[in-house]
């Protein structure tokens, strides 16, 4: 900055200053210290009401009246239709909002049909016997069949079979083999 530029800044800032204490000063002397603020009035009197009680038969009266007029906008020349009927609205059905979550797995198809169990003496290990197609499975509790089911549980009636890549479980029903002697 120049000299010249340095006095004027100067010269201003006197001039901020001299004003602020002259705003400050003459604002005291009011007696109250704050800028702006009134003394209170020590003349104030309240008004006389002669009946501070709430209206209630006048609220009332005004709460039940209706507006019965043409209900016409004075903005538009041609005149108002006439009132819709109301139709009573069922219950609407939820917006779902966000991407539609992927549809379930199908259920686990075992390729196989369990027609019978066997257990080795009593509390022994329970085997279950499979068809699938030709070919007629014996299986433990435990064990995996078909490369990719596991046996869980053998009941009276059913078997409980998990898809050992996924880890879902599907119930096989027993199935009763045709009587000898029947037409297939």
Sequence with gaps: ??????????????????GAAYYFFSSRSDGNGLPGVLAADTKFQPLDVQEPALRMDLLEKIRKLE???????????????????????????????????????????????????ASQGSGGRKVAFFTSGDDVLIIGEGETFLSRFRLDHIGNESAD????????????????????????
Excluded at 7 to 18: D, K, M, P, T
Excluded at 67 to 79: D, E, K, L, M, Q
Excluded at 85 to 93: E, I, M, R, T, Y
């Design 1 to 18: 900055m120049t000299r010249r530029t340095e006095i004027y800044v100067f010269a201003g800032l006197i001039v901020v200053l001299i």
């Design 67 to 117: 507006y019965s007029g043409s209900h016409r906008n004075i903005f538009v020349a041609t005149p108002p239709a006439p009132p819709r009927p109301l139709v009573p609205a069922g219950p609407a059905a939820p917006v779902f909002i966000g991407p539609k979550p992927p549809p379930p797995p199908p259920p686990v198809q075992v390729p196989a049909e369990f027609f019978g169990y």
């Design 161 to 184: 079979v998990e898809e050992v890549s996924t880890g879902r479980h599907a119930t096989v029903p027993l199935v009763q083999p045709p009587a000898p002697g029947a037409n297939q």
